[in-house]
């Protein structure tokens, strides 16, 4: 290696660990998101950090037997936690049990006397520790679909994503057991990048995470009788009178917009004040303009398919499916009937 491009090298991959380790920190006090999870998040990346930053010092000093052991039971230790992460996640077990003292004892490798043998115990532990995550984001995912939730309600692509990187380094470091085709410092750099990756998904998921508690804030807040009149007045004049339910491309924010009602609240108006949701609550507008413009003699000779564009469906299929829902007849059995 260049004597230029090693220092730079060296950078990338302390600047990586050192900003895991910060995080790591930060998420032990941290008051976004669910706070118990994140603590154990926090103390994996700490120590995780603490086992690369013995690899940067193998790769400036050589070898020193106390960072050596150092880095190993930080590694060791911090596996457990990865699970402890997704147990408190999504289960409602205690935050620490009794029975969890035992997975202290994945130290125990520390004591075999073979860098090679070490670093096997290493690599099974992960394995099974990551299975063990994997089993208990299986079993959520398998309880809400029985529950009939969409699983994008809880977000859980950032718990894929992890397992996901988990299992890639699980086969990137059985390659390199087997077949040794990495120099050493590069399992420190590749620590530094998909930390920085890794760092970039969990900022959306909180972001995501966020957003969803405002808007349960929001939707739980109760509109008052004086609101909900004042509001479904509002509606109804708008709607009808500029026939706003013309505009194929109309939704709920658009429609908020020009009411200037909050977003939330017109939602609320609508789902719990209306009994429908919006799609419904619309294509009624929409499938009564189609019923005017089907018995329009001025309109006889034109398509049906037309007829569902002028009421301001978007398409055909959702033309079809809203006007049998409302009337329990196809458009040309409307206008047959009407004929009669």
């Not at 490798?109 to 090679?116: A, E, K, Q, R, V």
């Not at 619309?282 to 049906?304: F, G, M, S, T």
């Amino acid at each position: 290696m260049k004597p230029i491009a090693q220092p730079i090298l060296h950078l990338l991959i302390g600047l990586g660990t050192i900003n895991s380790f910060i995080f790591g920190i930060y998420l032990l006090f941290t008051q976004i998101g669910k706070r118990k999870a994140n603590r154990f998040l926090g103390i994996f990346l700490i120590l995780l950090s603490i086992r690369f930053l013995r690899s940067i010092h193998f790769a400036l000093y050589g070898l020193d037997t106390v960072f050596y052991y150092i880095g190993h039971g930080a590694y060791f230790l911090s596996l457990p936690f990865l699970y402890f992460y997704y147990r408190a996640s999504f289960t409602d077990s205690p935050v620490w049990q009794k029975r969890d003292w035992i997975h202290l004892l994945v130290i125990l490798p520390l004591f075999i006397n073979s860098f090679w043998y070490m670093n096997m115990a290493g690599l099974i532990i992960l394995l099974v520790y990551t299975l063990m995550s994997h089993q208990i984001l299986l079993r959520f995912s398998k309880n809400i679909r029985k529950a009939s939730i969409s699983a994008r309600s809880y977000n859980i692509q950032w718990y894929k994503l992890l397992l996901f990187i988990l299992y890639v380094n699980i086969l990137v470091y059985l390659a390199n057991l087997t077949f040794r085709i990495l120099p050493f410092i590069a399992g420190a750099l590749s620590y530094s990048l998909v930390f920085y990756l890794m760092l970039f998904y969990y900022n959306r998921h909180l972001q995501y995470a966020r957003q969803r508690k405002i808007v349960r804030k929001y939707t739980n807040a109760k509109l008052s009788e004086q609101e909900s009149t004042t509001y479904k007045e509002l509606l109804f004049e708008k709607i009808t009178h500029e026939r706003l339910y013309l505009d194929p491309n109309m939704n709920l924010k658009k429609l908020a917009n020009l009411l200037s009602i909050p977003y939330y609240q017109l939602s609320q108006l609508i789902n719990q004040k209306l009994g429908k949701n919006f799609s419904e609550f619309i294509n009624a507008y929409r499938v009564e303009e189609a019923k005017r413009l089907l018995c329009d003699p001025e309109h006889q000779d034109e398509k049906i398919e037309s007829i569902g564009y002028d009421a301001g469906f978007s398409n055909p299929s959702s033309f079809y499916a809203a006007f049998k829902k409302e009337t329990q007849l196809t458009p040309s059995a409307f206008r047959k009937k009407q004929k009669k």
